[in-house]
């Protein structure tokens, strides 16, 4: 059995649920994602004793995690409309 590796992956642009239901796809059916912050940036420590990353998989993360999101604003009703909160008049 091949050793566990982990290693940091910046979050920008990844969605959570998207690296967490997606990396066993990629690194291996052993792999697991948690939340993570490394010198100050957030983002996911990957372990696996799969391969690594590479930056293509990382690419494909992001535009699957930026579908996702476009989904979710459109189901919650969230799409770059102002919503209101609180209005008060100045006087």
Do not use: W
């Not at 994602?33 to 391969?51: A, E, I, K, M, N």
Request: positive net charge; charged residues 20%.
């Amino acid at each position: 059995m091949a050793a566990q590796q982990s290693y940091f992956v910046p979050g920008y642009g990844i969605s959570r649920a998207v690296i967490q239901s997606d990396i066993r796809y990629y690194c291996g059916s052993d792999a697991i994602v948690r939340q993570y912050t490394h010198q100050g940036r957030d983002g996911f420590l990957v372990t696996t004793s799969g391969p690594p990353l590479t930056e293509a998989q990382i690419q494909d993360l992001k535009n699957a995690s930026k579908e996702y999101e476009e989904r979710q604003a459109i189901a919650n009703g969230f799409v770059n409309q102002p919503i209101p909160v609180g209005q008060h008049r100045r006087r």
